[in-house]
């Protein structure tokens, strides 16, 4: 009688952890994309907590720093690691966050990020295996959470729109098949339709419908087709009104880039709900 008095405590404070999310993990999640992704949005304007170095979240800067804005194309601005990072550490507290960025304003993924032979594509395959030998070599065991991507705006521009479907479909599975991780969540913003839109860049030819819209009608068709993965809208994010950017309204602002950031964040949080509860059944 006392062992079965025993064993049904023991039951019940497993379940009580359990429950209570004690699990935790090293989760790391891989950013990409272009210039929406290196981020544009003003440090100078950024509200707390967002100004400060968020010493609970790990970023990738050649090795682990604590997430602070300033990891953009300039130190006076940021992108949407920045709230991403704040929001998924809050949402996770007991468990250890790694971001790693990679990111570059113009480049398509036709061909910059064409898997195997795309010189961004070899980039950020370098800057992400720099980080994950890293941990490796510091023999933290750890999970690969996520995938972000903000891209398709340069295969707009450059008249390659038609091709993106295919593109994204494969660059997905390489992603997976990269980091031995059939199962990865990959989440797409989907972009805006201002590069090869309505009133396109020179460079661009006008389509019906035009080159913008041919590529998010292939984000979401992607998203709901391919298992683990899914997008979210941007259209409605605060562009930027920085004077460098001012002629330019296809780059989030400040509030753009936290909404971003923001939004990555729920959407992959929805995923880990679900992983979570698998966990404790």
């Known amino acids: ?148 991507w903000m891209q398709g705006e340069s295969d707009a521009y450059e008249s390659q729109a038609e091709t993106y479907e295919g593109n994204l479909t494969n660059f997905i599975q390489v992603m997976r098949d990269e980091f031995d991780t059939p199962e990865m969540p990959f989440i797409i913003a989907r972009v805006l339709n201002h590069f090869g839109g309505t009133v396109p860049p020179k460079i661009g030819e006008q389509t019906n419908p035009t080159q913008a819209y041919i590529v998010r009608d292939a984000q979401v068709k992607v998203a709901e087709t391919i298992p683990h993965t899914t997008w979210f809208d941007t259209d409605d994010y605060a562009l930027s009104t920085d004077l460098d950017e001012v002629n330019n309204p296809g780059h989030y602002g400040t509030q753009g880039q936290l909404d971003l950031g923001k939004d990555f964040a729920s959407a992959v949080l929805q995923f880990i709900k679900t992983e979570t509860k698998e966990m404790n059944r």
């Not at 953009?72 to 992108?79: A, E, I, L, R, T």
């Not at 250890?96 to 910059?112: E, F, H, R």
């Open 1 to 148: 009688m006392k062992k079965s008095l025993y064993s049904a405590w023991i039951s019940t404070i497993l379940l009580f952890l359990m429950c209570s999310n004690v699990y935790s993990a090293n989760r790391v999640f891989l950013l990409g994309g272009q210039s929406n992704m290196v981020g544009l949005g003003l440090r100078g304007e950024l509200p707390p907590p967002y100004q400060a170095a968020q010493n609970d979240v790990n970023f990738w800067n050649n090795g682990w720093v604590p997430l602070a804005p300033g990891f953009s194309n300039k130190p006076y601005k940021f992108g949407p690691e920045v709230a991403f990072g704040r929001a998924i550490k809050d949402a996770l507290p007991k468990d250890t966050i790694y971001l790693v960025k990679y990111a570059s304003g113009g480049k398509a993924l036709y061909n910059d990020f064409k898997p195997g032979t795309g010189r961004n594509y070899i980039e950020m395959m370098n800057t992400f295996n720099a980080a994950l030998d890293n941990l490796d070599l510091a023999g933290i065991d750890y999970e690969i959470s996520c995938m972000l």
